[in-house]
């Protein structure tokens, strides 16, 4: 989203060591369908919502599909100098295991550290990942879950956890 870039552009203020790009990042590049939420953008996603969605979160039905550019997190890294101990976070509304396939690279290379994205327990999205998906590639690539924090319940009587962020780590002696 434009908008969005614009802004951390301006709240960085210049700093040469933050690098903007205004791209969606997934497992492939091109043109690329992204649903747009405008009465409530930090929403918006590569997916369409279900009637759940909107049903738990109405500001999500009034949205557009828009074409946007995507790249891989690879992609963006490649040819760049790199601190150790890199921190990956990710809020991509259920686009969780796309953005990790696209970062293949540095996961191998043991260039990530941490990662932290938000992980969805309920439908909300077509197709998103669940906290299962996500915990399974992660565990696969080595790293460790740590925990759950930021918990988003809804229901009538808040009953059911939509999603939450997941805090996974490299062990040290890897």
């Known amino acids: 989203m434009p908008e969005a870039a614009a802004e951390l552009r301006r709240r960085t203020n210049g700093n040469a060591a933050v690098v903007v790009h205004n791209v969606a990042l997934g497992d492939t590049s091109g043109q690329v369908p992204f649903f747009w939420h405008h009465e409530h953008s930090q929403s918006s996603s590569m997916l369409a919502t279900t009637a759940r969605n909107e049903a738990v979160w109405p500001q ?69 990942a669940y906290f299962s998906d996500l915990h399974s590639i992660m565990e696969k690539s080595g790293y460790i879950f740590c925990g759950l924090y930021d918990n988003v319940r809804w229901g009538p009587t808040k009953q059911f956890v939509g999603f939450a962020n997941a805090l996974y780590c490299l062990p040290a002696d890897v």
């Open 60 to 128: 999500t039905r009034p949205q557009r599909v828009v074409s946007v550019p995507m790249t891989t997190l690879d992609s963006v890294m490649a040819g760049r100098e790199w601190e150790p101990d890199l921190l990956v976070k990710m809020d991509v509304q259920g686009w969780e295991c796309a953005v990790l396939s696209g970062a293949a690279r540095m996961v191998a290379e043991r260039r990530v550290r941490f990662v932290v994205s938000e992980v969805g327990f309920s439908r909300l999205d077509a197709d998103m």
